[in-house]
């Protein structure tokens, strides 16, 4: 019944070597086997290109702050009304809405389309974790999980401050595993903390938060450790402090010493790579940040491309987009949220035109094209903070098409661009292979994920078969067929098929004993009670932990 050939294609698997060989897919039971009998429903896709499905290692699609900008941004659903798709058979199909941060159904509907099949949230406060899980309820077909927020948890600041680090990491676990997380998300770590406190000075790496024990630089290593000491699949997923600054580099790279030979994410570090200039204005410092990762195999990283055009920005650093909101006029939501994080939201719009907007669009692309490894750095456009995920097929083409990126480049604002390397010209172009690995099966592997990102036998049947195009933009925009766990989702072109996709979360073990103290500070100080927190049971089970 649920057998499916897919016949002739030719097969980009970098995770099992295999780099354009037209070779069949064989799916079994929503997994890929090594054969099917020959009654098995065969789908042609010769001169096709086929892939594992995509997977998306940082986004932002169910959480509070999503949420926040959906509602911030009403003229947005009023522009890009989205019609229940045509499904077949008994599939609820659902109308919403569309621009930078779509409505749930639609977010599934529109990732689906585009041929990805997995998608990360990146910030769930951990207070809110039972609306995101409502949330991923309503976006079908993708599997999907998210990270929770920790680096400015009051109680594990409390843990730092008292210099207990062991508990700090049972802590984590604890809390991963009330939220039905996934992995440990670290942002400005400290400064959204001294920001709620009314704290307006930019924070270093040894900015004492309170207590002089608890810095930026105390709580990359505690939650740095407590991610490998639990054997969590993902790293700590870093957002590091300064996000935007002039000059922030500096602090990017003293993150990356401060963790150094221990397994470390760090994301959307486009938003993390500006050089000073003497006058103060930023310029690319993606150069050096880039020869360090490039060096120091235990790091990844994402890029944060930015893509010209409308954006949303949304993050739990809510002092970035305070800065935003002063210097763009824009409209901005700012939440403190008890005891855990904060939040910001304003809407922005990246031009070819605009100074800033270039360098950043400059230093992303330098990112990826002088990047060693690309297993190591991987594509996101910080989904809806650099650009819209439906930007990727765009991005992609600028990767493949040194042509068409050079004719890009000369129409945007080159003040700022000066001694960058994209100005000095890179001729490097993206193979199909070096797409499929950032944009799947290195995602995939960065989060511990086996049976995703690759087709060998096991694992999980998410294919995506893209017809070629001159234009790889368009190739990438609209794939002939897409197949998730099993199912034909996109058929000709055409979403069909809209099956719930699974949760990802983790439940890692922890000692009991850090629970005694927790429950007397949700009594002193939480509005939510011990009882109430952890969202309880999923659907799907938890992912093993390998704690060492
Ligand atoms: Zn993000």
């Given at each position: 019944?649920?057998?499916?050939?897919?016949?002739?294609?030719?097969?980009?698997?970098?995770?099992?070597?295999?780099?354009?060989?037209?070779?069949?897919?064989?799916?079994?039971?929503?997994?890929?086997?090594?054969?099917?009998?020959?009654?098995?429903?065969?789908?042609?896709?010769?001169?096709?290109?086929?892939?594992?499905?995509?997977?998306?290692?940082?986004?932002?699609?169910?959480?509070g702050s999503?949420?926040?900008?959906?509602?911030?941004?009403?003229?947005?659903?009023?522009?890009?009304?989205?019609?229940?798709?045509?499904?077949?058979?008994?599939?609820?199909?659902?109308?919403?809405?569309?621009?930078?941060?779509?409505?749930?159904?639609?977010?599934?509907?529109?990732?689906?389309?585009?041929?990805?099949?997995?998608?990360?949230?990146a910030a769930v406060a951990p207070i809110m974790?039972?609306?995101?899980?409502?949330?991923?309820?309503?976006?079908?077909?993708?599997?999907?999980?998210?990270f929770v927020l920790m680096g400015n948890d009051e109680y594990l600041l409390r843990l730092v401050a008292a210099g207990e680090r062991a508990q700090a990491r049972e802590y984590a676990a604890w809390l991963l595993?009330a939220a039905?997380g996934?992995a440990i998300k670290v942002v400005n770590p400290g400064g959204v903390e001294l920001w709620k406190r009314g704290a307006r000075d930019r924070v270093g790496l040894d900015t004492p938060v309170g207590s002089e024990r608890v810095t930026p630089r105390a709580i990359l290593e505690t939650l740095v450790e407590a991610a490998n000491g639990l054997?969590?699949?993902?790293a700590a997923h870093i957002h590091c402090n300064d996000l935007g600054v002039a000059g922030n580099v500096a602090t990017t790279l003293a993150s990356m010493r401060a963790v150094e030979?221990r397994?470390a994410h760090f994301t959307h570090?486009?938003f993390h790579?500006?050089?000073?200039?003497?006058?103060?204005?930023?310029?690319?410092?993606?150069?050096?940040?880039?020869?360090?990762?490039?060096?120091?195999?235990?790091?990844?990283?994402?890029?944060?491309?930015?893509?010209?055009?409308?954006?949303?920005?949304l993050t739990a650093d809510g002092a970035v987009e305070y800065l935003l909101?002063?210097?763009?006029?824009?409209?901005?939501?700012n939440v403190d949220i008890e005891l855990e994080t904060g939040c910001g939201?304003?809407?922005?719009?990246?031009?070819?035109?605009?100074?800033?907007?270039?360098?950043?669009?400059?230093?992303?692309?330098?990112?990826?094209?002088?990047?060693?490894?690309?297993?190591?750095?991987?594509?996101?456009?910080?989904?809806?903070?650099?650009?819209?995920?439906?930007?990727?097929?765009?991005?992609?083409?600028?990767?493949?098409?040194?042509?068409?990126?050079?004719?890009?480049?000369?129409?945007?604002?080159?003040?700022?661009?000066?001694?960058?390397?994209?100005?000095?010209?890179?001729?490097?172009?993206?193979?199909?292979?070096?797409?499929?690995?950032?944009?799947?099966?290195?995602?995939?592997?960065?989060?511990?994920?086996?049976?995703?990102?690759?087709?060998?036998?096991?694992?999980?049947?998410?294919?995506?078969?893209?017809?070629?195009?001159?234009?790889?933009?368009?190739?990438?925009?609209?794939?002939?067929?897409?197949?998730?766990?099993?199912?034909?989702?996109?058929?000709?072109?055409?979403?069909?098929?809209?099956?719930?996709?699974?949760?990802?979360?983790?439940?890692?073990?922890?000692?009991?004993?850090v629970?005694?103290p927790l429950?007397e500070f949700f009594?002193r100080h939480a509005t939510?009670?011990?009882?109430?927190?952890?969202?309880?049971?999923?659907?799907?089970?938890?992912?093993?932990?390998?704690?060492?």
């Amino acid at each position: 019944m649920n057998q499916l050939r897919i016949v002739g294609g030719t097969l980009y698997d970098p995770a099992n070597g295999v780099s354009g060989e037209v070779r069949d897919i064989c799916i079994d039971g929503g997994r890929v086997v090594d054969s099917v009998p020959a009654s098995a429903r065969r789908l042609d896709a010769s001169g096709m290109v086929v892939m594992p499905g995509g997977v998306d290692i940082h986004s932002h699609v169910a959480s509070g702050s999503v949420n926040l900008a959906r509602r911030l941004l009403p003229e947005e659903h009023e522009a890009d009304p989205a019609a229940a798709p045509a499904l077949t058979g008994g599939d609820v199909a659902r109308s919403g809405t569309g621009g930078t941060i779509p409505s749930t159904f639609t977010t599934g509907y529109r990732y689906a389309g585009l041929g990805y099949t997995t998608v990360f949230d990146a910030a769930v406060a951990p207070i809110m974790a039972r609306t995101s899980h409502g949330e991923l309820d309503d976006t079908p077909i993708v599997d999907a999980g998210f990270f929770v927020l920790m680096g400015n948890d009051e109680y594990l600041l409390r843990l730092v401050a008292a210099g207990e680090r062991a508990q700090a990491r049972e802590y984590a676990a604890w809390l991963l595993g009330a939220a039905g997380g996934y992995a440990i998300k670290v942002v400005n770590p400290g400064g959204v903390e001294l920001w709620k406190r009314g704290a307006r000075d930019r924070v270093g790496l040894d900015t004492p938060v309170g207590s002089e024990r608890v810095t930026p630089r105390a709580i990359l290593e505690t939650l740095v450790e407590a991610a490998n000491g639990l054997g969590l699949p993902h790293a700590a997923h870093i957002h590091c402090n300064d996000l935007g600054v002039a000059g922030n580099v500096a602090t990017t790279l003293a993150s990356m010493r401060a963790v150094e030979g221990r397994r470390a994410h760090f994301t959307h570090l486009q938003f993390h790579a500006y050089d000073a200039a003497p006058d103060g204005t930023r310029r690319s410092g993606a150069r050096p940040l880039i020869e360090y990762i490039n060096a120091h195999p235990e790091i990844s990283g994402d890029v944060g491309q930015v893509m010209f055009g409308a954006a949303t920005t949304l993050t739990a650093d809510g002092a970035v987009e305070y800065l935003l909101h002063k210097s763009s006029g824009r409209r901005w939501v700012n939440v403190d949220i008890e005891l855990e994080t904060g939040c910001g939201v304003v809407p922005h719009t990246y031009k070819e035109k605009n100074a800033v907007s270039a360098l950043q669009w400059v230093v992303g692309l330098e990112l990826f094209l002088l990047a060693a490894d690309p297993w190591r750095m991987v594509l996101s456009t910080d989904h809806p903070n650099g650009g819209s995920f439906l930007a990727y097929p765009e991005l992609i083409r600028l990767l493949m098409d040194r042509g068409y990126r050079d004719s890009c480049l000369a129409r945007v604002n080159q003040t700022l661009l000066a001694g960058s390397a994209m100005a000095d010209g890179i001729g490097r172009e993206y193979t199909l292979d070096e797409i499929a690995i950032v944009t799947r099966a290195g995602p995939a592997r960065l989060l511990g994920l086996t049976h995703k990102g690759h087709l060998g036998p096991g694992a999980d049947a998410d294919v995506t078969v893209y017809a070629r195009d001159e234009d790889v933009s368009k190739m990438f925009a609209t794939p002939r067929y897409v197949v998730k766990g099993g199912t034909l989702v996109v058929e000709e072109g055409q979403l069909r098929r809209a099956p719930r996709g699974q949760r990802l979360h983790v439940r890692p073990g922890y000692d009991g004993a850090v629970e005694t103290p927790l429950r007397e500070f949700f009594d002193r100080h939480a509005t939510v009670s011990f009882r109430n927190y952890p969202v309880g049971d999923l659907r799907d089970t938890p992912i093993m932990v390998g704690r060492t």
